[in-house]
DNA sequence: GAAAGTTGATATCATTTAGTATCAACTTTG
DNA sequence: CAAAGTTGATACTAAATGATATCAACTTTC
């Protein structure tokens, strides 16, 4: 499941889409493939899960790349990856509101020893509905 | 601030836009206006305010509206109105994720003595960051 | 009671956006 | 080492989206 073992043309073939979209939905920060020491691209039957519900939210749901991100962005990670009060007051994502974590930088807090792409607050997006999930778990 | 006292010709033209925006913005779920008993709006200056922030985000953020819909649609108004298990389990807004839980039938839990308009739900998204700081505000 | 404004609907428009095609430089594979 | 594939970049296109204009029926206002 989390083995990456596809190429991007093999992985963008079994999607049906192009090579280059797959790029973009990484450049807009919705997918973090596995990367080679050579900077190639690899991906996971769990990555494709993860194209498969972007694709969706795009094109059935009508919801922009633009507003993906900003659903992203609302995941309580703070809460997740339960970060100190010190680490809060450090970062950026915890005062903004228009990047995912893994987007921005975070080298001097309780995030700069995990890989977001095997983090569980990058993987609330599995699924399309698991935001929400993740939420009423985390919410009394 | 909550006193509705501007005709909808008036809102438009103190927001530079035009009347049908703004029916447009109502009919999308993503704000309230006050209703006289004839059925006329009439809107206040937190609408305002509320459709200043609407304007920013699809305007400067370029989130669509469905995407806007998305985010008021992760509110999670069950631990802010701190509804029943029994009220959760009947409440199609807890299960659901692609409408605001103001654009939902709820006569037969505990928002059935509530107006959305006046609700702290509906107005999380008064300013533009206040949902994930409501957020913030509920969790740990 | 007449003028001005509102409601909901439809048709239309300008802009944006997701996605494709094409390119040269580089890497992998057999 | 040569063919196939990958990377990142730019240019382009078809479709969708936010917004405007226009309409008849109904309310409000003076």
């Given amino acids: 499941m989390d083995e990456p073992k596809y190429t991007i043309s093999n992985a ?19 997918i973090i493939p596995f990367k080679k020491s050579s900077n190639q691209r690899l991906y996971s039957d769990r ?51 228009t990047k995912p974590c893994w987007m921005i930088n975070h080298k001097k807090n309780v995030c700069k020893d995990r890989e977001c792409r095997t983090c569980e607050v990058y993987q609330s997006f599995g699924s399309c509905s698991s935001i929400k999930d993740k939420m009423k778990e985390l919410l009394p």
Avoid at 14 to 26: D, P
Avoid at 65 to 72: A, D, H, K, N, P
């Fill in 12 to 30: 963008a073939k079994l999607m049906g889409i192009s090579v280059h979209t797959l790029r973009m939905y990484e450049r807009e920060g919705l």
């Fill in 47 to 97: 990555d494709l899960e993860r194209v498969k519900c972007i694709r969706k939210t795009i094109n059935d749901d009508k919801i922009n790349i633009e507003g993906i991100r900003r659903v992203l962005a609302l995941i309580p990670c703070w809460a997740i990856v339960k970060c100190s009060a010190e680490d809060r007051s450090h970062c950026e994502f915890f005062s903004g509101y």
